[in-house]
Structures are given as structure tokens and as C-alpha cells.
T-cell receptor, first 117, second 112 residues
Framework: AQSVTQPDIHITVSEGASLELRCNYSYGATPYLFWYVQSPGQGLQLLLKYFSGDTLVQGIKGFEAEFKRSQSSFNLRKPSVHWSDAAEYFC???????????????FGTGTLLAVQP | SQTIHQWPATLVQPVGSPLSLECTVEGTSNPNLYWYRQAAGRGLQLLFYSVGIGQISSEVPQNLSASRPQDRQFILSSKKLLLSDSGFYLCARAGGRRDTQYFGPGTRLTVL
């Protein structure tokens, strides 16, 4: 069965420091991978996605993620964190399903990012 | 642009009362639509999805139901709310490559 693990429930970084949020997935085929961000009381915003090709993908707000098939990982990175990046981050794997009519998203449990001044 | 509206933004309801949450989508036709619930400490749970008018699939049997009366309208309902129905309800639409999902602003439901 497909699954997504985000091993860090809560991370605190200083403003200006680099950030890496971990995501590991379990999926039998080539996965579609996503990172979403959720500010308190808000919906989820898509940061970036990976389907195929170049394993380093660029997203919005200066985020990037690298797909490593050998490690079943899709870690999210940002070289310099801003206070406005404080939010909860969700990794998700998309599994083609439903007779190809749509994709099912399986989410990790999220990583809550706090940014210290 | 493609926009997702959810109404209401917040709702406080007594146990046993009915529920109707609405999701409407603009700027696209025949989207795949989803209802998720986000409960404290339980992550995102897919409740229902729809690939067209009148076509509803349930992921988890529970106290809720969904309907799609129009192409761009998706409704989540309950006849009698339970305390465990409290949570943050998110509507999403799929579009673009590989049916990427985009989320609405959500509805915070508190059942007392």
C-alpha cells in the first residue's frame, strides 16, 4: 500500500537559516510527488510537484525539492528561511486510481515549521 | 483563473443537527472534485470524490454524504452531526497535468 512518512512533526529554525523537510514514500511505481503548505486556518497551497524528468524541481516562494528514487525520498529545501515561511508543510504522493479517472493523493502527517527571529 | 469557494468559513453546530457545506468552483468545467477532512492530529482524510454531476464515490463510510447537483458545485451533508464530525473541511479540484489537486480555503466545523 502507498504511504508517506514525514518523520519530523515539528521543526524550529532561525530566520535566514537553511531548511530541509524530510519526506519518504512507499509506492510500487513511479510516483507523482507534491509538497503543499498550510498557514493557520487556511487551505493548502501547492508549493511544487514532481512527475518525471529532472529530479530537482523548483517551486514557489524559493522552495525546491529533490526526488531520490534510491532513497524513496522527496525532501523540501529552502536556502534561507523567512519568518513568513512559518506554517505546516505536507508531502503527498499521487497514485493513479479510479480507473484512471483521477489521482488519489496520500498525505503525510505534516511538519510544523516555526521560525525564530 | 480557477477559484474554489467554500461556504461557510466557520460553523458551530449542536450534536444531532443537520449539516450542509458548499464548494463551488469557477473558471473550469467538469472538474474532478474532492472533500477532505482535517482533524486535529489525524492528518488529511479523503472523504468523497466526484468525476461528474451525480457521480459520487465514498472513501470512508461515516456519518456524512456528498452530492454534486451541478458541474461546479459539490456539497457535503449530514442528517445528524456527531461530536467526531468536528474538523476542518477542505474542498479540492483536480486539473492540469496528472490531475494536480488545488484546495479551497476550508470550512472550520465545531460540533458541540
Amino acid at each position: 500500500a502507498q504511504s508517506v512518512t514525514q518523520p519530523d512533526i515539528h521543526i524550529t529554525v532561525s530566520e535566514g537559516a537553511s531548511l530541509e523537510l524530510r519526506c519518504n514514500y512507499s509506492y510500487g511505481a513511479t510516483p507523482y510527488l507534491f509538497w503543499y503548505v498550510q498557514s493557520p486556518g487556511q487551505g493548502l497551497q501547492l508549493l511544487l510537484k514532481y512527475f518525471s524528468g529532472d529530479t530537482l524541481v523548483q517551486g514557489i516562494k524559493g522552495f525546491e525539492a529533490e526526488f531520490k528514487r534510491s532513497q524513496s525520498s522527496f525532501n523540501l529545501r529552502k536556502p534561507s528561511v523567512h519568518w513568513s515561511d512559518a506554517a505546516e508543510y505536507f508531502c503527498a504522493v499521487g497514485a493513479p486510481n479510479y480507473g484512471g479517472a483521477t489521482n488519489k493523493l496520500i498525505f503525510g502527517t505534516g511538519t510544523l515549521l516555526a521560525v525564530q527571529p | 483563473s480557477q477559484t474554489i469557494h467554500q461556504w461557510p468559513a466557520t460553523l458551530v453546530q449542536p450534536v444531532g443537527s443537520p449539516l450542509s457545506l458548499e464548494c463551488t468552483v469557477e473558471g473550469t468545467s467538469n472538474p474532478n472534485l474532492y472533500w477532505y477532512r482535517q482533524a486535529a492530529g489525524r492528518g488529511l482524510q479523503l472523504l468523497f470524490y466526484s468525476v461528474g454531476i451525480g457521480q459520487i464515490s465514498s472513501e470512508v463510510p461515516q456519518n456524512l454524504s456528498a452530492s454534486r447537483p451541478q458541474d461546479r458545485q459539490f456539497i457535503l451533508s449530514s442528517k445528524k452531526l456527531l461530536l467526531s464530525d468536528s474538523g476542518f473541511y477542505l474542498c479540492a479540484r483536480a486539473g492540469g497535468r496528472r490531475d494536480t489537486q488545488y484546495f479551497g480555503p476550508g470550512t472550520r466545523l465545531t460540533v458541540l
